[in-house]
């Protein structure tokens, strides 16, 4: 089992920014990637980036690109998710996801199905 508990979420004006980092314990060491999804009031959750657990391989949704930062930290055991010019849209339930899957070569899942392992979920809100 990982067990994995998002933190940093908030309220902030459109063009500020949050850092959200998920803190990550249990059997990390079968932990593969390491992904941020949101899910915003009555849409499906919706890939934002993914990092690979010992760090690299990292991408991005179109929507955020440029603007969200996807991180590990090897010695605290996070995942971080850096979103700066945030806009309203960004507005969601944003979650910690984690993949045990093996892939070949740089392969990872933007399919929410495919992660067995998720937070609590932490609110992040962006006022016009």
């Known amino acids: 089992q990982v067990q994995l508990v998002e933190s940093g979420g908030g309220l902030v004006q459109a063009g500020g920014s949050l850092r959200l980092s998920c803190a990550a314990s249990?059997?990390?060491?079968?932990?593969?990637?390491m992904a941020w999804f949101r899910q915003a009031p009555g849409k499906e959750r919706e890939f934002v980036a993914a990092i690979r657990w010992s760090g690299g391989n990292i991408n991005y949704a179109d929507s955020v690109k440029g603007r969200f930062t996807i991180s590990r930290d090897n010695v605290k055991n996070t995942v971080n998710l850096e979103m700066n010019t945030l806009k309203p849209e960004d507005t969601a339930v944003y979650y910690c996801?984690?993949?045990?899957?093996?892939?070949?070569?740089?392969?990872?899942?933007?399919?929410?199905?495919?992660?067995?392992?998720w937070g609590q979920g932490t609110q992040v809100t962006v006022s016009s």
């Open positions: 996801a984690a993949d045990v899957r093996l892939y070949s070569g740089n392969g990872y899942s933007r399919r929410a199905g495919a992660y067995e392992y």
């Open positions: 249990g059997r990390t060491f079968s932990t593969n990637h």
